[in-house]
């Protein structure tokens, strides 16, 4: 049981060039994220989806772009990649609330993108 | 902004209970309250969630104040490998853009021999 699995583990991209990340779940959720961490700072969201075909912004969308193509994959794009965009990324999936109690993130561990 | 307040670091011997103490004063009645952690370089780990009763399960205890203002994180037996920094959510129960999570700085907490 592979949960959420991130690719590349580890980047390093020159200022311009582009690239996209995949994170791919087996557990069949609905909604997927894609979050930032930067040195010292808590996690902060970047674009989501609550199914396929659907995307929507998080709190720090700009230079990033998203699709959920299918159900299983979130794909994160730069597409002209900056220094500020150094940074670690999570990719993370949960199910949909029954209503009742919403299940928990899982999330993967990580992306580790160096801009240059 | 993160809706809750929590020290910045903490230390714990091993085999000692680890209390880890959250503020969410600003609670809403639908918010439930969320605990992760987050071992050196890797993802965020789910630990427990509760609205207002007590939870437990087999990592840790969640303990919710009667006016859900504050709760406190137990880990009964700390090991080593518990060292990680400890994230207080709060969050609505549902999904979407109101279900996302907003972590702060959380706890760093050390647990030494």
């Known amino acids: 049981n592979a949960g959420v699995t991130q690719t590349p583990k580890f980047r390093v991209l020159k200022t311009g060039q582009s690239m996209t990340l995949l994170c791919a779940q087996d557990?069949?959720?609905?909604?997927m994220y894609w979050y930032r961490q930067d040195p010292g700072m808590g996690l902060r969201l970047i674009h989501y989806?609550?199914?396929?075909?659907?995307?929507a912004k998080g709190e720090v969308p700009d230079g990033y772009n998203v699709s959920r193509l299918k159900k299983q994959n979130f794909l994160l794009g730069l597409e002209s990649a900056a220094p500020s965009q150094t940074s670690v990324y999570f990719c993370a999936s949960n199910v949909i609330g029954s209503g009742v109690r919403n299940q928990p993130q899982h999330f993967g561990d990580g992306t580790r993108l160096s801009i240059l | 902004d993160a809706k809750t307040t929590q020290p910045t670091s903490m230390d714990c011997a091993e085999g000692r209970a680890a209390n880890l103490p959250c503020n969410h004063s600003?609670?809403?009645?639908?918010?439930?309250v969320y605990w992760y952690r987050q071992i050196h370089s890797q993802g965020p780990q789910y630990i427990i969630h509760?609205?207002?009763n007590n939870e437990t399960n087999e990592m840790a205890s969640l303990i919710i104040t009667e006016d859900r203002k504050s709760s406190t994180l137990i880990l009964p037996h700390a090991t080593l490998r518990d060292t990680a920094v400890y994230y207080c959510?709060?969050?609505?129960?549902?999904?979407?853009?109101?279900?996302?999570?907003?972590f702060g700085k959380g706890t760093k907490l050390s647990v030494k021999p």
């Open positions: 959510i709060v969050r609505p129960n549902y999904g979407g853009s109101q279900g996302n999570l907003i």
């Open positions: 509760g609205l207002k």
């Open positions: 557990m069949n959720h609905e909604y």
């Open positions: 989806s609550v199914g396929e075909g659907t995307t």
């Open positions: 600003t609670i809403s009645g639908n918010e439930y």
